[in-house]
């Protein structure tokens, strides 16, 4: 066998890329509450196929094997030790070293992942994400077999275009694939907001079907966009820029940022176009 061969070839950054891709998209498929149940229940299996673990346990045979198996070869050494080096390196480090300002910068690093995470969630994808069909149906103007077709490419769509990034990441580096992200969703909340402000209020009959098609379209273009700069970026950058001592807990605090403002977007979105209606999507714009 071909060393790399396994999981589709991909190592290293476009490996993680597409684990973050995968993680991303766990919402989509399963819903988070089973995702969660999910991964309780694999947990066992989880433990006997990573060499990390096995380091943990001291049981450093078991993992010389797993690293065997996983890269196709007889026999590894320099990335066991590689991998031993890392792990120990991790069970250094604290919640409380987060805080610190040495001359790692642990706080500085924390809060940028902090921040990476709750931008994710403010560029307003689960306005999308969980919203899609009722917004071609009650904003668009679609009839109801229609929005939900459409909601369900939507999603096929946006998990389609999320492994370009696998591709082109170390072309274009990780900061200009999220600013290319990030220009791309405002300009298109932008579009939807002036495509929708059209139509709102206004009957079936009243609408413009144009500004119907618009709306409809940036729908997925803004996905297009989210998909490539930000939904498996945002998993991958946080636990690049902090060191490995940090890596666990900072990677645990981001995460958290991730879930608190996904609740937040997806409670205020109904009172938001309820209240405000177009004007929802120029504050996303913005965000």
């Known amino acids: 066998m071909v060393s790399g061969s396994r999981f589709f070839g991909l190592r290293g950054t476009k490996l993680n890329v597409a684990v973050g891709v995968i993680a991303g998209l766990d919402f989509l498929l399963f819903g988070y509450d089973q995702g969660v149940m999910g991964g309780l ?3 066992g299996s989880f433990l006997k196929t990573f060499p990390e673990m096995d380091v943990n346990s001291g049981t450093t045979e078991a993992e010389r094997n797993h690293i065997s198996t996983i890269q196709g070869i007889s026999y590894i050494q320099s990335e066991f030790l590689a991998i031993k080096d890392t ?3 991790m069970a250094k480090g604290s919640f409380s070293d987060l805080f610190t300002m040495g001359k790692d910068r642990h706080l500085h690093r924390t809060v940028l992942a902090y921040v990476n995470q709750m931008f994710q969630q403010i560029s307003g994808i689960n306005l999308i994400t969980y919203y899609a069909a009722n917004i071609y149906e009650n904003y668009v103007g679609l009839s109801p077999f229609i929005s939900r077709i459409l909601a ?7 998990f ?6 696998v591709f082109i990441i170390e072309k274009f580096g990780r900061r200009s694939l999220m600013l290319f992200g990030a220009v791309g969703m405002s300009l298109s909340m932008v579009v939807l ?3 929708n402000s059209v ?13 119907g098609i618009v709306a409809a379209a ?10 490539v700069g930000w939904l498996g970026m945002t998993w991958l950058y946080p636990a690049e820029i902090v060191p490995l001592r940090i890596r ?5 605090l981001a995460t958290s940022a991730n879930w608190a403002f996904n609740f937040m977007v997806v409670m205020i979105t109904p009172v938001a176009f309820s209240s405000i209606g177009y004007q929802t999507y120029i504050i996303f714009a913005v965000m």
Not at 152 to 158: F, L, M, S, V
Not at 248 to 252: D, E, K, M, S
């Open 41 to 43: 229940l694999t947990l």
């Open 87 to 89: 792990v120990l390196e």
């Open 193 to 195: 907001a002036i495509a």
């Open 160 to 165: 389609l275009v999320s492994w370009i990034p």
């Open 199 to 211: 139509n709102e209020g206004k009957s079936a009959d009243e609408r413009n079907t144009a500004a």
């Open 248 to 252: 666990a807990p900072a990677n645990a």
């Open 152 to 158: 369900a490419c939507n999603g096929t769509e946006y």
């Open 218 to 227: 940036f729908l997925f273009v803004f996905n297009s966009f989210f998909a």
